[in-house]
């Protein structure tokens, strides 16, 4: 696609109830960031894969939260028995390689997620 | 303490003034990066830095790889440059500061 797409674009959970949000990062690009923004915060890392790798989950704050990336392409995180402070922005980011240099990160327009 | 510091936290001016928001750090990083977003949550990528200085228009970004520390500076300011200014760091996981909301008045 064109830029990173992440569905849905708005999601309302009741407390309690498991979601799913996805992020289909630039076709080819290996590197994909998730990322937490609470209102009037900046984004807060959540984790990091490479290809399929899930290098770095550290910023996951619960065993509630849950990222995978299968096939290296689509990611998809879960959150389980969602939690009022879950609500928040939740972004997702792609990039070409690995290597930092020369690379541009491009953004998703985040999913808002409201926990009731 | 934050890895990544920003200052200032708000940031009021008027049309045409020259602005400057600085970002510290205090990791080791391989690119810093300087991120726009507007209001509804879209981030657009405006510089991704290793070192020196990189110029796109009216914005400037500048970074101290020593000092640990980078500036994004806009000149001639406009009304339309009102946004959250955000710095973030590649390390290689991307810690971003909190933001400098940017106010331009006509």
């Known amino acids: 696609g064109a830029g990173v797409s992440q569905s849905p674009r708005y999601k309302v959970a009741k407390r309690g109830q498991d979601v799913a949000l996805r992020c289909d990062p630039i076709?080819?690009?290996?590197?994909l960031f998730w990322y937490q923004q609470a209102l009037g915060q900046g984004p807060e890392f959540l984790t990091y894969f490479q290809n399929e790798a899930q290098l770095d989950k550290s910023g996951l704050p619960s065993d509630r939260f849950f990222a995978e990336r299968p096939e290296g392409s689509v990611s998809t995180l879960k959150i389980q028995r969602t939690q009022q402070e879950d609500s928040a922005v939740y972004l997702c980011?792609?990039?070409?390689?690995?290597?930092?240099?020369?690379?541009?990160?491009?953004f998703g327009s985040g999913t808002q997620l409201s926990v009731l | 303490k934050n890895e990544v510091e920003q200052s200032p936290q708000n940031l009021t001016a008027q049309e045409g003034e020259f602005i400057t928001i600085n970002c510290s750090y205090s990791v080791g990083i391989s690119a810093l990066h300087w991120l726009q977003q507007h209001p509804g949550g879209g981030i657009v990528s405006l510089f991704m830095l290793s070192s020196g200085k990189k110029k796109h228009g009216r914005l400037i970004a500048t970074i101290n790889i020593q000092e640990k520390h980078s500036s994004l500076h806009i000149t001639a300011s406009h009304p339309r440059d009102s946004a959250v200014y955000i710095c973030?760091?590649?390390?290689?996981?991307?810690?971003f500061g909190e933001g400098t909301q940017l106010t331009v008045n006509p």
């Open positions: 076709s080819g690009h290996v590197s």
């Open positions: 980011a792609s990039s070409r390689s690995y290597r930092a240099t020369n690379e541009k990160l491009f």
């Open positions: 973030a760091v590649r390390s290689p996981r991307l810690t």
